[in-house]
């Protein structure tokens, strides 16, 4: 998968499938991610943390928008954009919206988060 836009598409797919498994691959060795509730680092973290995210909010879907390539090279991406999430928070509807920063690399693999900053 050459194309990065392709890539948030999957990794927005796989979010969306709440299996960590699936998103495991999509995401650097070591990788930090800067979330409301903290700085994450390294995949076992950001996927526990990620975890946490999918067990607090049942039925979460999570959707990208307004993305803007900031930089772009063979091997390395950044972009920024808009997210939106809804779901289910201790039994009640629950959305959000905010900004998202991203940085990915490409790895034998393919591309991979690198790192990743939401805030609202």
Do not use: K
């Not at 969306?16 to 979330?35: E, K, T, V």
Request: glycine share 6%; charged share 25%.
């Amino acid at each position: 998968m050459d194309d990065p836009a392709e890539f948030l598409r999957r990794y927005e797919r796989a979010t969306n499938s709440h299996d960590i498994a699936r998103l495991a691959p999509l995401i650097a060795a070591d990788a930090s991610y800067w979330f409301t509730d903290g700085s994450h680092h390294g995949r076992d973290d950001v996927l526990a943390a990620i975890a946490r995210t999918f067990r607090t909010i049942t039925d979460e879907t999570y959707s990208l928008s307004e993305v803007a390539w900031l930089y772009r090279d063979a091997d390395h991406v950044a972009c920024r954009y808009r997210f939106r999430w809804s779901g289910t928070v201790d039994g009640r509807s629950a959305s959000g919206a905010g900004r998202g920063t991203a940085v990915l690399i490409r790895s034998a693999d393919g591309w991979q988060v690198q790192h990743e900053h939401l805030s609202h």
